[in-house]
Structure formats: structure tokens, C-alpha cells
């Protein structure tokens, strides 16, 4: 049951929007000009530019602790009054009505404020274009998989991902073989020498990513990685302006632990590199550690469809930045039993027309 609190929310409780200075119309960010733009008036503004007219968040603001455990499931359109509906992790939405922007202050606010962002650099048209080319080369893809509809359905959001730096350090030992093989005469001999090794060292890491939402499959958004973290930059709540935003439900304990086993592993390897003239190599004591652990709390930019096809979803991202992605993309029963009659009806036609051939080819030399 959703709590219809709009009519009461305090000033530190409500949503939000951006609005052009100008003219008082919707402003949102424009990832191409990285400015704000008015679509009516056609005034762009740069985030200082909006932090003069009390349109942008400040640092303060963007780490009040008012309304941290607050949970609002629906609430008020600033704009046109519009009942807007939103589960307890959505920070950032639009109004089904207006298309107006809100953002959820209270969900972003606190211990759920991020500290940094990486602003959309690719624009909704470059993955519409992207999502187009999907059909490409791809017979067997429902044309409605790339419909109209579909494409209307590409939202730009910005996922919620810990990020964390870490130091492994530690030793590892391990038994590795060495084995070497002779003949003298008829008789073949095989030695095998087994050393103690022993590995030390210290690897560092930077930024390591974990999704931070429960909502997105993690194998997908390891997939669009990587991200250019040099292009992080202060959080500020108008970038999300023109876009949805998810706040973290996975605690950065959780996260953490993903993070130090992947670091874990990538330096076990990279300790395993060195042993690369034994084989096998057989680990014995493995006492790589996390040392020196740093975490920080941002917003990723992607873009995102799901589709609904004979009751199954098939996701499409994009990396808001650097325009890599993924699809998972379903098969037309109906057009694969098309490709295939077609085939069959191709291959027998010419087994027909070969046999015809060398049918009068053997009459003719008779």
C-alpha cells in the first residue's frame, strides 16, 4: 500500500527538480554541451552557473542527514501535482505525466549521499543507434524486439557502485614440479624434481567496482566495465536531471567482501605468473591480506532496456560513457523455422539441379 504524502512533506522531504533560471521551464543535463539546456528558451548553464540561482545542490546540502532512514513509495509532482510512485530504492525518476524530472532528496542525502559521479557523456539517440544495430547480421531477431515502443523504452539511469582501493599484501608458498625426460638406447627415463617456492609481495589496487544494487545483474555490469575514473567528478544532485537514479541496497560490508576476493584472486594470479616454469604448481598456503582499504560511494551512468519477449525479459545496457554494451537477444521461433525450410528447400533445389547435370553429361558421353 503506497503512502500518499505529498500534500505534507517538510522542506528537507521533498522532491526535487531543476529549473531553467531563465524562463522557469525544466532544465536538464545535456551530456553532449556538459552543460544544462533549455529546451524552450535555449539557455545552457554550467553547474556554477546553477549554483548561483540555488539550483544545484552544495556540498552541504548533498551530506545533510535530515530524513536518512525515510522511505517514500509515493509522493508529489512539484510540476503538475501528479501522484509519482517509486520503490524504496529509486532516488530519481520521472513524472508519467509531465516527463518532469523529481529527485528524491531524502534517498540521496546522508549515508546514502555519493561522493562522487561520472556524468552521461553519450546521449538517449547514440543508444538508440546502438540498440538499432542490434538487428544487424542478426536473421533470427524478432523484428519487434527493435520496435518503436521498444526504443521509447531506453531510459538513461545512473547505478550505484562502491568503489574500492586496497593494498594485498601477504606471502604465498607452493610445491611445483619440475620434470624432465631422456632416452639412452631403448629405454626412456623421466625425472621429476618437486621445489618448495615461495612467493612475497604486495599488489595494489584502485577503484575496484561493485554494483551496489540488488536490481541489476552483476555479470552484465561487469560486462559494460570498464569506466574512466579520471572523469569523476563532486556529486551534485542536478547531473541527475533528465535521468533515473537507484540508491545502494548492498552495504558496503557485503560489497566489500566481493571486492577483497576479486583483488585476492587477481594477485594469487599474478603470484602464480611468476611460478610459470614449474608445472603443476600446487598452492599450500595462501596468506594474501587487504591492507590500506578505501571506499567510496558513486553513481555510474547507463543506458538500459528491458524487453519482454514470449514471457521471458532480454536486457539491453550501454555504458553512459564509453558506449559499450550488451544484449542479450532472443530468437524467432517462427523465423528460424522460415531459415530453415528455406535452407532445406535451397539445398535440395541444387542437389536437384547437380544431378540433373551430370545425369546429361553421362548421356551425352555415352
Same mark, same amino acid.
Not at 526535487?16 to 551530456?31: I, Q, R, T, V
Given at each position: 500500500?503506497?503512502?500518499?504524502?505529498?500534500?505534507?512533506?517538510?522542506?528537507?522531504?521533498?522532491?526535487?527538480?531543476?529549473?531553467?533560471?531563465?524562463?522557469?521551464?525544466?532544465?536538464?543535463?545535456?551530456?553532449?554541451?556538459?552543460?544544462?539546456?533549455?529546451?524552450?528558451?535555449?539557455?545552457?548553464?554550467?553547474?556554477?552557473?546553477?549554483?548561483?540561482?540555488?539550483?544545484? %545542490?552544495?556540498?552541504?546540502?548533498?551530506? =545533510? #542527514?535530515?530524513? +536518512? @532512514?525515510? !522511505?517514500?513509495?509515493?509522493?508529489?509532482?512539484? *510540476?503538475?501535482?501528479?501522484?509519482?510512485?517509486?520503490?524504496?530504492?529509486?532516488?530519481?525518476?520521472?513524472?508519467?505525466?509531465?516527463?518532469?524530472?523529481?529527485?528524491?532528496?531524502?534517498?540521496?542525502?546522508?549515508?546514502?549521499?555519493?561522493?562522487?559521479?561520472?556524468?552521461?557523456?553519450?546521449?538517449?539517440?547514440?543508444?538508440?543507434?546502438?540498440?538499432?544495430?542490434?538487428?544487424?547480421?542478426?536473421?533470427?531477431?524478432?523484428?519487434?524486439?527493435?520496435?518503436?515502443?521498444?526504443?521509447?523504452?531506453?531510459?538513461?539511469?545512473?547505478?550505484?557502485?562502491?568503489?574500492?582501493?586496497?593494498?594485498?599484501?601477504?606471502?604465498?608458498?607452493?610445491?611445483?614440479?619440475?620434470?624432465?625426460?631422456?632416452?639412452?638406447?631403448?629405454?626412456?627415463?623421466?625425472?621429476?624434481?618437486?621445489?618448495?617456492?615461495?612467493?612475497?609481495?604486495?599488489?595494489?589496487? %584502485?577503484?575496484?567496482?561493485?554494483?551496489? =544494487? #540488488?536490481?541489476? +545483474? @552483476?555479470? !552484465?555490469?561487469?560486462?559494460?566495465?570498464?569506466? *574512466?575514473?579520471?572523469?569523476?567528478?563532486?556529486?551534485?544532485?542536478?547531473?541527475?536531471?533528465?535521468?533515473?537514479?537507484?540508491?545502494?541496497?548492498?552495504?558496503?560490508?557485503?560489497?566489500?567482501?566481493?571486492?577483497?576476493?576479486?583483488?585476492?584472486?587477481?594477485?594469487?594470479?599474478?603470484?602464480?605468473?611468476?611460478?610459470?616454469?614449474?608445472?603443476?604448481?600446487?598452492?599450500?598456503?595462501?596468506?594474501?591480506?587487504?591492507?590500506?582499504?578505501?571506499?567510496?560511494?558513486?553513481?555510474?551512468?547507463?543506458?538500459?532496456?528491458?524487453?519482454?519477449?514470449?514471457?521471458?525479459?532480454?536486457?539491453?545496457?550501454?555504458?553512459?560513457?564509453?558506449?559499450?554494451?550488451?544484449?542479450?537477444?532472443?530468437?524467432?521461433?517462427?523465423?528460424?523455422?522460415?531459415?530453415?525450410?528455406?535452407?532445406?528447400?535451397?539445398?535440395?533445389?541444387?542437389?536437384?539441379?547437380? %544431378?540433373?547435370?551430370?545425369?546429361?553429361?553421362? #548421356?551425352?558421353?555415352?
Amino acid at each position: 500500500m503506497y503512502n500518499n504524502i505529498g500534500d505534507t512533506m517538510n522542506k528537507n522531504n521533498r522532491a526535487l527538480d531543476n529549473k531553467c533560471p531563465s524562463c522557469n521551464a525544466p532544465l536538464k543535463y545535456n551530456p553532449v554541451y556538459k552543460k544544462w539546456k533549455c529546451e524552450y528558451c535555449d539557455s545552457e548553464f554550467t553547474l556554477e552557473d546553477l549554483k548561483k540561482y540555488d539550483n544545484a %545542490s552544495s556540498e552541504k546540502n548533498n551530506q =545533510s #542527514k535530515d530524513g +536518512d @532512514d525515510v !522511505i517514500y513509495d509515493s509522493y508529489r509532482c512539484p *510540476d503538475c501535482g501528479a501522484e509519482i510512485v517509486a520503490d524504496e530504492n529509486t532516488s530519481a525518476t520521472f513524472c508519467v505525466y509531465c516527463g518532469n524530472t523529481a529527485i528524491i532528496k531524502s534517498k540521496l542525502s546522508g549515508k546514502f549521499a555519493p561522493s562522487k559521479i561520472i556524468p552521461f557523456k553519450t546521449t538517449k539517440e547514440d543508444a538508440i543507434e546502438t540498440f538499432k544495430s542490434l538487428k544487424k547480421g542478426r536473421p533470427l531477431l524478432p523484428k519487434e524486439f527493435v520496435s518503436q515502443k521498444n526504443i521509447d523504452k531506453i531510459t538513461g539511469i545512473y547505478i550505484p557502485f562502491w568503489l574500492f582501493s586496497a593494498v594485498m599484501d601477504g606471502e604465498v608458498k607452493a610445491m611445483g614440479d619440475k620434470i624432465t625426460t631422456w632416452s639412452s638406447g631403448n629405454t626412456h627415463y623421466t625425472k621429476t624434481d618437486i621445489y618448495e617456492l615461495t612467493r612475497e609481495g604486495s599488489v595494489s589496487f %584502485s577503484k575496484v567496482p561493485v554494483d551496489g =544494487s #540488488k536490481k541489476f +545483474d @552483476d555479470a !552484465i555490469m561487469n560486462t559494460i566495465e570498464p569506466f *574512466d575514473y579520471n572523469e569523476l567528478v563532486d556529486y551534485n544532485h542536478a547531473y541527475l536531471s533528465g535521468f533515473i537514479s537507484e540508491k545502494y541496497d548492498v552495504n558496503s560490508d557485503v560489497a566489500q567482501g566481493d571486492a577483497v576476493n576479486r583483488m585476492a584472486n587477481s594477485s594469487l594470479n599474478m603470484f602464480r605468473k611468476t611460478m610459470i616454469s614449474y608445472s603443476p604448481v600446487r598452492i599450500i598456503k595462501n596468506g594474501i591480506v587487504a591492507k590500506e582499504t578505501t571506499i567510496e560511494y558513486v553513481l555510474l551512468p547507463v543506458w538500459m532496456v528491458n524487453v519482454k519477449y514470449n514471457d521471458k525479459y532480454y536486457l539491453f545496457a550501454m555504458n553512459g560513457q564509453t558506449g559499450e554494451f550488451i544484449g542479450d537477444m532472443p530468437i524467432s521461433k517462427k523465423r528460424e523455422l522460415m531459415y530453415a525450410l528455406i535452407t532445406f528447400t535451397v539445398t535440395f533445389l541444387l542437389i536437384a539441379v547437380i %544431378s540433373i547435370f551430370i545425369y546429361f553429361i553421362k #548421356k551425352v558421353g555415352i
